[in-house]
């Protein structure tokens, strides 16, 4: 679904990304770990064709985010760490739009609407303005906005940030069912203990470079997640 062969991004002297390879098939979950700066946003934004890198290639659904950027983005779905919505519009307006721009017919627009905003407890809400929004209101309507047009694929940045403990638990259960029904998330997460339970694969990075990556169990083996993490970040300090 998702295939990252040597991805490289650098800022003047820095690489940000240094080589990166991963594949992310469907059916999979897949946590994308590291300190602040290692080049987790970078690589997601690269996926997403926000960002343009310097070298190596990515390839969502076979097809080349270089060479096809408009119809991988018909693919996938992003949400970045800090959602950076339309203010100005009301929330069903700004729903109604991402449909629109993703030609999502108007029984399942409004199917999937009224499922997500009623799971997501935003449906007495969506006639408001964005800009009345809290920021987990704001996070709930990203979520929502980036399920309407049933991703194949969804790249996620911090997405539990500002979410309650219960708009958490039932993203995680979107999370499964996205994948039990072919799709694939690619995300990144600082919470750990998250990652450990949901997470059928991972990869840690520290510093543009890629540390380890593979089956969860395989990786964290009898130890935790987080166990795991500080050891490899100071064996590779």
Known sequence: MLRIENLTKVYGQHKAVDSLSLHIAPGEIYGFIGHNGAGKTTTLKACCGILRFD?????????SIKEEPVACKRD????????????????????????D????????????????????????????????????????????SALIHSPKL?????????????????????MRELCDNGGAIFFSTHVLEVAEKLCDKVA???NGKLIVSGPMEQVKGDASLENVFLELEEENV
């Open 101 to 144: 721009i993703f030609g999502v017919s108007k029984h399942e627009r409004e199917e999937r609407i009224n499922k997500y905003a009623d799971m997501f407890e935003l449906t007495g809400d969506l006639a408001q303005p964005i800009s009345a929004y809290s920021h987990g209101m704001k996070q709930k309507l990203a979520i929502i």
């Open 154 to 174: 969804l790249i996620m940045d911090e997405p539990f940030v500002g979410l309650d403990p219960k708009a958490a638990h039932i993203l995680k259960g979107l």
């Open 55 to 63: 070298d190596g290639e990515i390839y969502i659904n076979g097809k």
């Open 204 to 206: 840690i990075i520290k």
């Open 76 to 99: 996938i779905a992003y949400i970045p760490d800090n959602p950076d919505l339309y203010e100005f519009l009301s929330g069903i307006k700004y729903l109604n739009f991402i449909a």
